[in-house]
């Protein structure tokens, strides 16, 4: 679990194909390898990867087929540089929103709109995410956690401080560069029950959640009317 606040921008060392639809990639990153050992998660560009060697401050890290599939990291070339966050601590204070590193879609730029203190970004939905993004609600973007300007039915735009633009890779992307979205878990989990409670009919709770007592259909103390 992370919680979109960029520890570091590091940059990538190498990339290599390791079959047909996996890839290994080496990322710089002086502070988040600082602790790392094989096994630990950290977020690159947004998508939670396993560690699986650690030399200096570089860290090795495996790519599945459907990561790349999922998300812009088939993209990633030598040089290019990518957000790092280490897995949050328990102990942490959480500066950004529940963040799982599990990639939604990949969305685009659209647009970009300096002004004198900040700068307001429009990206591209894919379809289907449209529908857990809300107005002053959360959304990841490249591993960043960011607040909902505003929302159409294929598009969004934030407002980027100049903190975010010097220390994140959203500084420098351009007009119809991708980048990996993730909505708030919270959105689908509530969809999700929602819609079994429809299919159940009535006032049916979710299994697991108990009714109070004089609850409809059930008398106090458990039997029924």
Request: charged letters at 20%; proline letters at 5%.
């Amino acid at each position: 679990m992370f919680t979109g606040i960029v520890e570091e921008l590091g940059e990538v060392v190498r990339t290599t194909e390791t079959g047909d639809d996996s890839a290994l990639v080496a990322i710089r990153g002086p502070l988040v390898t600082s602790d790392a050992r094989h096994g630990d998660s950290i977020a690159v560009n947004g998508v939670c990867l396993t560690v699986v060697d650690v030399d200096g401050d570089v860290f090795t890290a495996d790519v599945m087929g459907e990561t790349l599939r999922r998300s812009a990291l088939g993209a990633l070339r030598p040089g290019v540089g990518v957000n790092l966050e280490r897995a949050a601590a328990l102990n942490s204070r959480l500066g950004g929103h529940l963040v799982q590193g599990h990639v939604d879609g990949v969305g685009a730029v659209l647009s970009r709109q300096p002004a004198q203190q900040w700068e307001t970004v429009r990206f591209r939905l894919p379809a289907g995410l449209s529908r857990y993004v809300v107005e002053k609600g959360s959304i990841t973007v490249d591993g960043v956690s960011l607040t909902v300007a505003d929302v159409g039915p294929d598009w969004f735009t934030v407002g980027l401080i100049p903190t975010t633009l010097k220390l994140t890779t959203l500084g420098d992307r351009a007009v119809g560069d991708p980048v990996n979205l993730e909505v708030d878990v919270l959105a689908k989990y509530v969809e999700r029950l929602l819609g079994d409670r429809a299919v159940g009919g009535g006032d049916r709770l979710p299994d697991g959640i108990g009714r109070p007592p004089g609850a409809a259909g059930q008398a106090p103390g458990g039997g029924r009317r």
